[in-house]
């Protein structure tokens, strides 16, 4: 079998064949290539939803993957995120023998050039359709009128996207301005007033990975503007994408 020299996203370079069988550890890796090749999965974590009737080997979580049992599927290629994964995960499945490819992603157009490199190189694909159609809905000039936001991801404590983020980015690309970006970390913890003190015009409330609701949320903010948002529209790359745009902007721009 002839092999072929590929490179991820941070600069590991992988000899891979052809590829027929494949573990994913990420839930937006997971449905991209679900949608594009799903004879190719025999593999994902438990939190990887969608496609809703995804019929594989289920090998716990992100954080914590089952090695052995991936090890067991015998999978050609393992697909990683440098942030969703853990390195130490990453170098056990290596050392067991694996190919492992890790995507890094943080901003809109590291997703575009991730995910064509994923299909082309790793996969030895063409570029999905959605992907191209993601790309060109994603190229429409960012709206004029812009809103000053925070974007809590986790309640008790408070926690919120911060800086150099995927989702930082796809904001900006909608008109938002993160109040956090300037605070350390790109997850930082800050307290209810703290947030407050940074006066929002919006507080945008995604549905994960805490599930925020009209009930369980807006509570918190009184007096300000709340967006109940997918967080599957403003988190994952992937097929998402390319319907994502038009329905945040709907729900941010009231």
Same mark, same amino acid.
């Given at each position: 079998m002839q092999l +072929?020299?590929?490179t991820d996203d941070l600069g590991t370079?992988?000899?891979?064949?052809?590829?027929?069988?494949?573990v994913s550890l990420v839930p937006s890796l997971t449905e991209s290539i679900a949608v594009s090749a799903p004879e190719l999965l025999v593999g994902a974590t438990d939190w990887c939803t969608h496609p809703a009737d995804l019929d594989v080997t289920r090998i716990r979580g992100t954080k914590n993957p089952n090695v052995a049992q991936i090890v067991g599927l015998e999978p050609d290629l393992v697909v990683c995120n440098q942030e969703e994964n853990r390195q130490?995960?990453?170098?056990?499945?290596r050392a067991a023998g694996c190919a492992?490819?890790?995507? +890094?992603?943080?901003t809109l157009d590291e997703a575009f050039d991730s995910l064509r490199r994923l299909f082309t190189a790793a996969l030895d694909r063409p570029i999905p359709s959605w992907l191209t159609?993601?790309?060109a809905v994603w190229s429409h000039p960012e709206p004029q009128t812009r809103l000053r936001a925070v974007v809590p991801i986790w309640r008790d404590p408070w926690m919120v996207v911060g800086r150099d983020t995927f989702t930082g980015d796809l904001l900006?690309?909608?008109?938002?301005?993160?109040a956090c970006a300037?605070?350390?970390g790109r997850y930082p913890q800050l307290s209810l007033e703290q947030l407050t003190a940074l006066r929002p015009e919006l507080v945008v409330l995604p549905d994960e990975p805490y599930l925020f609701t009209p009930e369980d949320g807006p509570d918190a903010f009184p007096g300000l503007a709340c967006a109940l948002?997918?967080?599957r529209s403003l988190t994952w790359y992937g097929p998402s994408l390319a319907s994502a745009r038009p329905s945040l902007l709907a729900q941010l721009h009231r």
């Open positions: +072929r020299q590929v370079t992988l000899s891979l064949g052809t590829v027929t069988r494949v130490v995960d990453v170098q056990r499945l492992v490819w890790v995507t +890094r992603i943080e159609e993601a790309e900006s690309r909608l008109g938002i301005d993160n300037d605070q350390p948002v997918s967080g």
